[in-house]
């Protein structure tokens, strides 16, 4: 479904080249975009266990996120380039070409026979289905505990996801390039740690590598609390570096275990709307998290917050340990 919401991309393109682009246009099509958007993880997850054996998941789970992490480090570092060469419309036309590509690529890949439902989708049949996936969820305790981990572990992430212009600026003193050494450093090292994944597995169980993943990200996470005492000095990008790759390598280490796990335990019509319940809970926090990081920075230093959520995010990998359910992983 994801090259379909490119035709957007065309329409902000010729908008944006013809001078008649409003910012209302951009929270349209933002809001249409991201409606076509929210089908793609439940088609992708479910694509994935068909044309991949079970076997294979934890390859092909950890190659899908090195591809990716790289792709957007390329796409990221030219950007700049083509929108001087170009122009903004020229890069969005670019953007929608490449999606449409995508598109006709995927719409290449054989799978099997699907096998899919008789009969009219009407309001009724969606909260049937609805409260079909929903029961199911609730049944199975290892999936119920995953989107309930998910939702608490994005609401924890939000400081870091949503603040950090304001971090580098307010506890570090530094500008843009700081984000970008961050961003750049985190990026590269999921790329590394994607591929390390199958490695680090015929030593470590799923689940060992989830927490330790998990205690280690979270333990970096806090360290960033503390780099304000090299506020202002060229001297804090060693240790932001460090940190920040050390964050990125434990992602993949955190992230593909969960996802192999439900692909190979959640029965095929199933997994769309399983994903996507997991997608809702863990979107649906990150606005709560907003409003109680929005509610705190009136009361504590930006760094106390990163310091505070960091805590809580560790103690929820620690209290993983004594989940009998995520013990399976």
Known sequence: MRYRTRTYCFSNGFSFIKGFLQPWHLFVFTFINSTFEAFRAPSDTSLLTQIISKEKFEHAMSLDSSIITFVELIGYSIAGTLIMVIGIGGVIFIDAITFFICGFLIALIKVPKETLKEGKLTVNQYFRDLSEGTRYILKKKFILNVCIFAGMFNLFLVPFNSMMPAYVEIVL???????????????????????????????????????????????????????????GALLVYLPLIIICALMGLSVPMMNVPLKVALMSRVEQEYIPRTVSFVNALALSTTPIGGGIVGLLVGFISLQNVYLLFSIVLLLLFIAQIFNKSMRTL
Not at 189 to 198: C, D, R
């Open 173 to 231: 003193n530094r500008g843009p390039n700081a984000i970008s050494v961050m961003a750049t450093s985190f990026s590269i090292a999921m790329i590394i740690g994607s591929m390390l994944v199958p490695i680090i597995k015929n030593k470590l169980s799923g689940f060992q590598m989830f927490i330790i993943s998990g205690i280690i990200f979270s333990l970096c996470y806090a360290s960033l609390s503390q780099l304000y005492i090299f506020k």
